[in-house]
């Protein structure tokens, strides 16, 4: 095996490494939502940070995805998560503010 696809793999791990702990917070997230609803309130803080790591992962969703179809390697995680501002493709969720 090269650099570059020890490289490749690492990277790889460490999205799926990021996916399953995205996928735990959610999770308990959920449990914490119900558990305050059974009670009778209705916190939008839980909702927002919800809707908050449902878009992360579904960025590192399609970052995966992308690796895996393509095989190429942003320099970064951070560097690949940060929204294209030239298109329109860019997601901003409802409340986020915009420089």
Not at 59 to 79: I, N, R
Not at 90 to 97: H, L, Y
Request: net charge positive; glycine share 4%; hydrophobic share 35%.
């Amino acid at each position: 095996m090269d650099r570059q696809e020890a490289v490749k793999k690492l990277w790889r791990a460490e999205l799926i490494a990021r996916l399953e702990l995205l996928d735990r917070m959610i999770l308990e997230r959920s449990i914490r939502q119900e558990f305050f609803r059974e009670r009778g309130s209705e916190p939008a803080s839980f909702e927002k940070r919800s809707k908050l790591l449902e878009v992360t992962r579904q960025q590192y969703s399609a970052l995966l995805k992308q690796h895996l179809l393509d095989g190429k390697l942003p320099t970064s995680v951070s560097d690949a998560l940060k929204p294209d501002v030239s298109s329109n493709s860019c997601f901003v969720p409802d409340g986020a503010q915009t420089e």
